[in-house]
């Protein structure tokens, strides 16, 4: 996988969709110091903080399409938890959450040029209004190097059995079983979270009923 690291860009997914532009021959990771203009889901966009990683890449999607960003967010996870002991807890579809329950990291799987890529955002620290990874970031770390390890990581565990990969969510789910409002388009779906159907959807228990 070709890696291009940049020392500042409005987005890293839009780079590597110029780059995917002009040439589909190879795999991309784009990753940055600092991202201005990041995007998240709903066209929400991604508040950048000085500890955080931003990086694209080019990535094959779950056996299951609609399963890729719920995977990577459990690998992602298993990463951290691996590598440092931290407790990530996660949100459907795509968000990723502190020990504390606040969001620290986000996931956009979206598609260019027949390749298929994933855009994450994560905040190593926290601040007021965001979560981090760690209480408090390491002091000397290189931007470049982590996206590339995490990406690796993603590689060498992409998880095929999908009632392993639901079993793995529902594991860290921070809504599980729990009360939950759901926003699709213009339609807000609220009850109780039970668990993800055969496509990665949410799957709420209308108490109304």
């Not at 995917?20 to 991202?35: F, R, Y």
């Not at 855009?119 to 000397?140: A, D, V, Y």
Request: hydrophobic share 30%; net charge negative.
């Amino acid at each position: 996988m070709k890696h291009i690291h940049l020392d500042s860009c409005d987005s890293t997914q839009d780079y590597l969709k110029e780059q995917l532009a002009q040439d589909q021959s190879e795999e991309l990771l784009i990753s940055c110091e600092n991202q201005i203009q990041g995007h998240g889901r709903n066209q929400k966009k991604w508040e950048p903080l000085p500890h955080s990683l931003y990086f694209s890449f080019t990535v094959k999607p779950n056996e299951k399409v609609t399963w890729t960003a719920i995977e990577l967010s459990v690998i992602i996870s298993d990463y951290f938890f691996k590598r440092f002991g931290e407790e990530l807890k996660l949100k459907w579809p795509n968000d990723i959450y502190d020990s504390r329950s606040k969001k620290c990291g986000g996931i956009l799987i979206q598609q260019s040029h027949q390749k298929n890529i994933a855009g994450i955002g994560l905040n190593l620290e926290s601040n007021q209004e965001w979560g981090g990874i760690f209480e408090k970031s390491p002091t000397q770390f290189s931007k470049k190097e982590w996206c590339a390890d995490i990406v690796e990581y993603i590689m060498q565990n992409r998880i095929t059995n999908t009632n392993d990969l639901r079993m793995r969510f529902l594991n860290r789910c921070m809504h599980y079983e729990r009360q939950v409002s759901i926003t699709e388009g213009d339609e807000i779906h609220s009850g109780i979270f039970i668990g993800l159907g055969d496509w990665g959807e949410a799957l709420i228990k209308d108490e109304q009923k």
